[in-house]
């Protein structure tokens, strides 16, 4: 088994893709996830604790990245072994990974203070707002969704988009120069938990959007709910749900792939970062729905073992 994370993880000390015999050493096991405050990061710390429970690794590492394109480009250079990405950024990426499963959901989040003027996307015109980090998922999925919208059309009356990191988007928009950010994840942001008492927020609907999605895009982007609790807000808020993906190169080993799902299976539990309250997939039943990826044939099969 140690031989078989070590083929699936290019980014672990001493071994490579492919080239892993029984009696490989094996040091960690990296796993690239997000951006500290995110709830990316909070996963791969969970499932790399799991990870070295079970033996798979003596020791992981939860690589802090830019998010999701950042992964992809990592996983395909071997300097991660398994990696999250949202389901829209996988499908729009050159090089295809396989996935171990569909884990939860993200929540596109579009957020401004609480005590802001601005009550609508459209109201954005006109306005600074961070719409993620440079090489991240959230920054794909806003330019997408913003272009649906119009909101990135030429003139003075488009949007004035950034690429920021959250940490400097949140301190930005608490010291005004930001109308909003938008940030991509389970619900709530735990960066902005951390702050909740001092700074409160509440999100933008985005019910408008689906109206306005092409047919391709429709088949990533879910409508979905963030409830009023979450921020502490006045209502409920409509906002995108994408999936996130938990995702290997196309070369691991097929029982590697196969205990990773026992692994996620086994934790489901552990593995809900805390205080989430969105939507889990750590099921038999949900965790297989990996479109647009396709399952490894590894976890494809014992997905199959388990279900009869």
Do not use: K
Request: hydrophobic share 45%; with cysteine.
């Amino acid at each position: 088994m140690r031989a078989a994370v070590a083929a699936a993880a290019a980014g672990l000390a001493g071994a490579t893709a492919g080239g892993c015999t029984a009696d490989d050493a094996l040091d960690r096991l990296d796993i690239a996830c997000g951006e500290p405050g995110g709830t990316y990061i909070q996963f791969g710390r969970l499932l790399g604790g799991a990870a070295v429970v079970e033996g798979l690794a003596p020791s992981s590492n939860a690589l802090v990245t830019a998010g999701s394109v950042d992964n992809l480009h990592r996983l395909r250079t071997g300097t991660a072994g398994l990696a999250m990405c949202l389901a829209d950024s996988a499908r729009e990426n050159a090089w295809t990974p396989a996935a171990i499963g569909r884990v939860y959901q993200n929540y596109l989040q579009v957020v401004v203070p609480a005590g802001s003027p601005v009550t609508s996307v459209e109201q954005l015109r006109g306005r600074a707002v961070s719409i993620g980090a440079p090489g991240s998922g959230t920054a794909a999925t806003t330019r997408r969704v913003f272009d649906a919208l119009g909101l990135l059309d030429t003139g003075a009356r488009r949007v004035e988009v950034s690429e920021v990191v959250l940490a400097e988007a949140i301190r930005r928009l608490r010291a005004g120069t930001l109308a909003a950010l938008v940030f991509s994840s389970g619900i709530p942001i735990p960066a902005l938990t951390a702050v909740a008492a001092q700074f409160p927020v509440r999100l933008l609907d985005l019910t408008e959007v689906f109206d306005r999605l092409t047919p391709v895009q429709r088949e990533v982007y879910a409508r979905t709910t963030v409830p009023a609790a979450t921020y502490d807000m006045p209502a409920d808020v409509t906002t995108v749900g994408v999936a996130n993906l938990l995702l290997s190169r196309p070369d691991l080993p097929e029982d590697t792939a196969a205990r990773l799902v026992d692994l996620v299976l086994g934790h489901a539990r552990d593995l809900v970062p805390p205080p989430s309250t969105g939507i889990q997939y750590l099921t038999q039943q949900t965790l297989v729905d990996t479109f647009p990826i396709s399952l490894h044939p590894g976890a494809a099969r014992r997905y199959r073992e388990l279900h009869g």
